[in-house]
C-alpha cells in the first residue's frame, strides 16, 4: 500500500482551499506542503498561518516538509495548525536527535529528509527513532525537476538501515520528479509516501492522475 501526498507547491497559491479539496476528493491520502524559508534552498513559500487557514478546509492530513533553517522554531506553530508529520532536513539540523524529540514531545510524527548529495549513513544513529526517512529525488527549492536516478539505491538503503535499526514502523517518502514515467521504479524500491506536485496539480484531471501513480 502506498499513499498518495500531492505537494501544493505546484497548486494554484491564490486558490489553495479549493486546490486541497480537489485533490482530497480525488483521493489525496496526505496533503504535503513545502515550507521554504529563502534561506536553506533558494525560494519562498509560505508558513504556519497558511497551513492554519487551509486546516479547516479538508480533513485529509497534513504532511509538513521543513526546507527552512531553524526548523525547531515551527515546532509549536505546525502542531497549533494541526500537523500530522513535520519532516526537518539532517543538513539543517545542527541537532538532529533534540529536533526529532521536540516534534515528538509535540505529539506530531517525526521525519528526516536527506538531499541527494546527503548519504543515508548520516541517520544511522536516529534510524530508531524517526517515523519517516525522506529520500529527496531532486534538489530542494523547486517543483517541476527531473527524477535523479541514483536516489533509487538511497531509497533501498534507507529501508536496510531502517530494517538494521529494528524499526518496522517508519515509512519511506520519496520528494521530487514522480510521475507516471518514473513512478514504477520508485515504487519498485521501496517507496511507502509518493509525493507528486507537478504530476497531480499539473494534470487537468487530478482525479485520474492521482489513480494513475497509485
Ligand atoms: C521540492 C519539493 C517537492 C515538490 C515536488 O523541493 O520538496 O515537494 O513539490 O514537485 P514535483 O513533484 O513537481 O517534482
Ligand atoms: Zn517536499
Known amino acids: 500500500m502506498v499513499a498518495i501526498c500531492p505537494s501544493i507547491l505546484s497548486a494554484d497559491f491564490a486558490r489553495l482551499a479549493d486546490e486541497v479539496k480537489d485533490v482530497e476528493k480525488g483521493g489525496a491520502d496526505y496533503i ?54 513535520v519532516t526537518v532536513h539532517q543538513e539543517a539540523c545542527i541537532h538532529l536527535d533534540r529536533v526529532i524529540q521536540q516534534i515528538h ?28 526517512i525522506l ?7 523547486f517543483g517541476g525537476q527531473k527524477f535523479i536516478p541514483y536516489t533509487l539505491d538511497k531509497i533501498r538503503a534507507a529501508r536496510s538501515l531502517l530494517t538494521k535499526s529494528g524499526n518496522t514502523t517508519a515509512v519511506i517518502e520519496v520528494d521530487g520528479g514522480v510521475n507516471s ?21 499539473g494534470a487537468k484531471d487530478r482525479t485520474a492522475a492521482i489513480a494513475a501513480l497509485r
Open 135 to 141: 529520500i529527496m529525488s531532486v534538489n530542494p527549492g
Open 105 to 132: 514531545e509535540a505529539g506530531m510524527k517525526a521525519g528526516a529528509a536527506l538531499n541527494p548529495a546527503t548519504p543515508v549513513s548520516s541517520l544511522e544513529c536516529v534510524a530508531g527513532m524517526v517515523d519517516m
Open 32 to 85: 504535503h506542503l513545502d515550507l521554504m524559508d529563502g534561506h536553506f534552498v533558494p525560494n519562498l513559500t509560505f508558513g504556519v498561518p497558511v497551513i492554519s487557514s487551509l486546516r479547516k478546509y479538508t480533513s485529509t492530513p497534513f504532511d509538513a516538509h521543513l526546507m527552512v533553517e531553524h526548523p525547531e522554531t515551527y515546532i509549536d506553530g505546525l502542531k497549533k495548525a494541526g500537523v500530522t508529520y
Open 181 to 201: 514515467k518514473t513512478v514504477q521504479a520508485v515504487r519498485e524500491a521501496g517507496a511507502d509516501f509518493l509525493v507528486a506536485g507537478s504530476a497531480v496539480f
